[in-house]
């Protein structure tokens, strides 16, 4: 066992050294390229500008940060909110939304700081949520929190997969509905849309990097809010109609609705769905690496932290309470499902949701990507093979260098999360079940540790015990929602069969 910690220690502390050894042989050549460089970055000798740690000039700013989190936060989550305010009713479903957007908001904050270490303005660079963690908390921590990180980007995007196929599905049944009539069974499988989004992903997964989907994340955020303000306008329309229940204070009745037990299953799965529309933080340093600076990255991060957040949550409060206006405690799964007319507007709605999720699924994977290919650069550094390819020459004369190994680890990985996606294809369960396994560890838990570690925070001082007591609730609601999820997914499962047509 002390053999095995030795090696461990030894490997990391290797892979240590190379990064410090990197970023320092890069700095000092930007620093004597800066001696000769009057303007902000320097000319390397292929002529692009460099950053201080060597690398190309990030072109990032606030905007474009704030619509890489609009993209992320705004995805399918938001329709599912006024289920989870079905379930808890109309006092304590909103309080809740609106708790864990500060929570979000305000360890986001905390997070933003960690991007350089040791000083946050003027530290060491870290690309990648999990450096952050190994500078910050140990070297121990970063591999723990890479496994939960990274497990639960996979997740996302197998939930985004999910989340896109039936909104394909809602578009079909809403046109047969509308030829043939509302007692029409029209059948829908969403293997088949499942299959197109992942032949869409294959080609759009051949980005090199963050820094290139500007445009894809702009396109998302302009879907996102599209959809929303649909889903919106037709909660409002629906409610103001009359004649429904417009629910209650404390949700779905038990003996009415449901049982005892299967109303603390769903108010535990409400806690996981709502937990996951706010679930970015585990891809914000990754956005904070595209941040051209001055100003610091970190001022611009929170600032785009603080407007996404309040975005969304403008966006998820007024979706969630028309919608549960609009059906009361039979509030649908996912909100436009429950909307069938007019039919090209519900149609529309739903067209922008596919394509806010083609580009939210390309934020979510690239740090999967770009992680796997950077340690296999630096695993296999004296062998070439992962840097092979030809140079394409796309239509308007613009070349795209195609790389061989890119192209077959990037491929593979979408074909086994398409797979996994037509195998379990239940969309609140889903979705609960990352939202519960990413927001306490990634959200809550590693943002206070490096803050606190970062300012060296004295014990039992009132800032340890506040952000401590932040971390324990916060991992009791992530726990009740993990269960309500697992427990959702067992009886999804004794009632739809993979596959089947719905």
Not at 180 to 185: E, K, L
Not at 458 to 467: K, V
Request: hydrophobic content about 45%; glycine content about 8%; some cysteine.
């Amino acid at each position: 066992m002390a053999s095995e910690e030795a090696k461990y220690n030894s490997v990391t502390g290797s892979e240590e050294k190379l990064d410090q050894q990197e970023q320092a042989e890069n700095t000092a050549k930007f620093e004597m390229q800066q001696k000769r460089s009057p303007f902000d970055g320097v000319e390397s000798e292929t002529g692009k500008l460099l950053d201080d740690d060597g690398r190309p000039m990030r072109t990032g700013n606030t905007w474009t940060a704030t619509a890489h989190i609009i993209t992320a936060v705004i995805g399918s989550g938001v329709l599912s909110l006024s289920w989870s305010f079905a379930q808890m009713g109309w006092i304590a479903g909103p309080l809740v939304l609106f708790s864990f957007a500060l929570c979000t908001w305000y360890t986001s904050k905390l997070l933003a700081d960690c991007y350089r270490y040791p000083h946050p303005v003027t530290g060491r660079r870290n690309y990648i949520y999990m450096d952050a963690v190994k500078v910050n908390v140990s070297a121990r921590s970063h591999l723990i929190c890479g496994v939960m990180q990274y497990s639960n980007l996979v997740g996302t995007s197998i939930g985004y997969t999910i989340a896109t196929a039936t909104s394909a599905v809602a578009v079909q049944k809403s046109n047969c509905y509308h030829s043939h009539g509302r007692d029409s069974p029209c059948l829908a499988s969403t293997t088949s849309y499942i299959a197109v989004f992942g032949v869409i992903q294959i080609f759009l997964s051949q980005i090199p990097n963050f820094g290139d989907l500007w445009w894809l994340s702009y396109v998302a955020a302009i879907m996102s809010f599209t959809y929303a303000t649909i889903g919106l306008g037709l909660g409002i329309s629906r409610a103001a109609e009359g004649g429904h229940s417009y629910g209650s204070v404390s949700g779905v009745k038990i003996g009415t609705d449901v049982t005892e037990a299967q109303k603390v299953w769903n108010i535990f799965a409400a806690l996981g769905n709502m937990a996951f529309a706010y679930s970015f933080s585990m891809i914000l340093i990754e956005i904070e690496d595209t941040i051209r600076s001055p100003p610091p990255e970190n001022k611009q991060m929170k600032k785009a932290t603080l407007w996404g957040t309040s975005v969304t949550t403008a966006f998820y409060m007024s979706v969630a309470i028309a919608g549960y206006l609009a059906f009361g405690d039979a509030a649908p799964g996912n909100l436009l499902t429950g909307f069938f007319t007019p039919y090209w507007l519900v149609d529309f709605a739903n067209v922008c949701i596919v394509i806010h999720l083609i580009g939210a699924y390309q934020v979510y994977t690239q740090p999967v990507y770009q992680f796997a290919e950077r340690w296999v650069a630096r695993r296999w550094s004296k062998r070439s093979f992962h840097s092979r390819g030809y140079t394409v020459r796309l239509p308007g004369g613009s070349d795209f260098r195609l790389n061989w190994f890119r192209l077959t680890w990037r491929t593979t990985y979408v074909i086994i999360t398409t797979i996994i996606s037509m195998l379990l294809p239940f969309f609140n369960a889903v979705l609960g079940i990352i939202g519960a396994l990413a927001f306490w560890p990634l959200t809550v838990y590693y943002p206070v540790v490096m803050y606190m570690n970062q300012h060296k925070t004295p014990r039992w001082s009132g800032t340890w015990i506040a952000l401590h007591s932040l971390s324990f609730v916060t991992f009791l609601v992530s726990a009740a929602g993990l269960i309500g999820s697992v427990a959702g997914i067992v009886t999804d499962l004794s009632q739809v069969k993979p596959f089947e047509k719905i």
